[in-house]
């Protein structure tokens, strides 16, 4: 005795996950073909199950796998087509347990629906024999930004980094896969971040048609891992990359500006227009187009194509790599724009959200560079601005409509301080000198130290004291950590201490008649100077070699 099996569907955009609910199941063999699978076992009850299942598209089985649980048998079928939409049986009235669709986990194909309802005609002699549609199993290892695959190699290898400026280098391994889901950098696109099993991926990057990724922990030829991928940070890239699409099929129907490059930023990108300049209208416009094709919904197409055929000399492009070899992949915005790219996209311009020109810079070579943020990001450009607004009404006490007057009034306030403040330490400075030279005790070395002051407040002390018998020596700053300092007399004496000095300061500086002054990263350490400066007049210090 045999019978068919209950079976639940789960359509994502690169997979089609059938589970067979059979508790306790036992001699399980699952074909899977191109066009076909068939699945048999026997379940507790010791009776032979069987599904023969034609399927709707085909499929890739090379990449296509099974995986056996207490409850049920997983299929995973990865689709010759990616983004290609299975049809929503279940959105007839005919309710099909077997065949059952989590719409949570659908992507969103707008404008197949018709193509969709004729194509679900070929499965209506199928599905028969089933009566009560069951809750969908947990799908979060499933998601179809996860891939199992195969190492192919894995070699020791470095990687160059740079973080706040500061460079260094990780030792680790460069790891090649059968396929992958991480996108190595290209096309202006950044590259992903993700998992092979639980080793993180530092870096993607592409070496001919290879993706290599960058790992601090060895994998074994051969074995097989679970690929995942950051999805934050690849789904803030697609919206970053659709929108550059989008904005530059724009400018250039509208205005005929070309891209001649664009950078996928951190935190703002910026798309270089070939156009000397922009005004504010052009600008306002391009905006406010972009925004209307996302409020429309337009799909985003992804097709592949040969270079011998006729469309590869109509779409858009800055031209192919010097290592391309096989075909051409497309992005098609329905009605908008064709153009020739590798990165990652969104399949509607409606996950883009939105779109913010925030303006333009002057670009190189008699070019504009226009700045962009889209999706998540105007989010939280939107949130830090807002943030930043209700500080500055705390502070400035006044509305946000009076921010701006208020911040210039400030600003002339600070610099008519700043002024007088000048004016009152040059004027400390000439007494600071006189109150000196008028001391019938006065000793051969001049030392002070003021927390506020500048170079200026220091030379004018120096020039007013005059250096040609005395020796001079000033700090400004923070006592305890870093300032400014300046040693000035006998060309041989400051010769001698001004390196020194400067040694013992634990700062930098430079010598040039008579004079040596510099930055103090260490002011505590003063008094070392000045008794050095003691020493040299009483004959007492040893000599620098």
Partial sequence: MRQPCKVLWYDRAKYVFLEFCVENSRDVKVDIEDHKLI??????????????????????PKDSREKRSDRSITCFLRKWKEKVAWPRLTKENNKFAWLFVDFDNWRDWDGEEEGEMAM????????????????????????????LTEVVSCSPDKLKTE???????????????????????????????????????????????????FVLSPLDPGSEVLVKV??????????????????????????????????????????ELDTPTMTGEQIETIEQLVNQKIRQRVPVIVRVITTDDPEFNQVRSRGLPDDHAGPVRIIDIEGVDANMCCGTHVANLSDLQVIKLLGTEKGKKNKTNLIFIAGERVLKY???????????????????????????????????????????????????????????????????????????????????????????????????????????????????????????????????????QGKANKMSQRGEVESLLQEVINGSAPKEE
């Avoid at 699945?39 to 890739?60: A, G, V």
């Avoid at 059968?178 to 092979?196: A, H, W």
């Avoid at 020596?473 to 001004?498: C, H, I, R, Y």
Wanted: aromatic share 8%.
């Fill in 39 to 60: 699945f048999s076992c026997l379940n507790e009850d010791n009776i032979q199950i069987y599904n023969e299942i034609e399927l709707y598209d085909r499929i890739q």
């Fill in 230 to 271: 950051d999805w934050g940070r690849r789904f803030d890239h697609m919206q970053q990359h659709s929108g550059q699409h989008l904005i530059t099929a724009i400018a250039d129907s509208l205005y005929g500006f070309k891209t001649t490059s664009w950078e996928l930023g951190r935190q703002r990108s910026f798309i």
């Fill in 163 to 213: 973080n706040g400026g500061k460079k260094g280098t990780l030792s680790g391994y460069s790891v090649i896969l059968k396929d992958t889901v991480l996108f190595p950098e290209g096309g202006g696109q950044p590259d992903d971040r993700g998992f092979i099993g639980e080793v993180p991926v530092h870096r993607v990057t592409r070496q001919g048609p290879e993706a290599v990724h």
């Fill in 120 to 147: 679900a005609e070929h499965y209506m002699d199928l599905i028969n024999k089933v009566k009560d549609k069951g809750e969908p199993p947990s799908m979060d290892d499933l998601d179809d930004l996860d891939l």
């Fill in 382 to 516: 939107a949130a830090r601005s807002y943030s930043m607004e209700k500080a500055l009404t705390a502070l400035l006490k006044n509305g946000p409509e009076e921010h701006i007057e208020a911040v210039e009034k400030l600003q002339k306030s600070v610099k008519t301080l700043q002024k007088n403040n000048l004016t009152l330490l040059r004027d400390l400075a000439v007494l600071t000198a006189q109150s000196y030279k008028n001391n019938p005790n006065k000793s051969k070395v001049f030392s002070l130290h003021r927390k506020e002051g500048d170079n200026e407040f220091m030379n004018i002390i120096a020039n007013e004291i005059g250096t040609e018998d005395t020796i001079v020596f000033l700090t400004v700053g923070d006592e305890k950590t870093s300032g400014l300092f300046l040693l000035a007399g006998p060309p041989e004496v400051v010769d001698q201490v001004g390196p020194r000095a400067a040694n013992i300061l634990e700062g930098k500086g430079a010598g040039k008649k008579g004079r040596f």
